[in-house]
């Protein structure tokens, strides 16, 4: 069986936001490290994604 993930493989860095039972969730990769924070209110996870890619200075960031 062949398997198509890539050992040693860097992830590219990505801000998402993603709407699921009513909760806003937002999922940030940096340096081969994932983290997923969860909020109430839409805009609070919109300013919170915005700020991650502001940092990791991508120039969007991904609505699920």
């Given amino acids: 069986m062949t ?3 890539q050992q040693n493989a860097v ?3 990505v801000v ?3 709407e699921a ?3 806003w969730f937002v ?4 340096d081969d490290e ?9 805009s609070f996870a919109l300013a919170y994604a915005e700020g ?9 960031f991904v609505r699920i």
């Fill in 3 to 5: 398997d198509n993930v």
């Fill in 11 to 13: 992830r590219q860095p």
């Fill in 16 to 18: 998402e936001v993603v």
């Fill in 21 to 23: 039972c009513g909760e």
């Fill in 27 to 30: 999922r940030v990769v940096e």
């Fill in 34 to 42: 994932e983290f997923t924070r969860k909020f109430v209110l839409e």
């Fill in 52 to 60: 991650q890619r502001r940092c990791l200075g991508l120039p969007d």
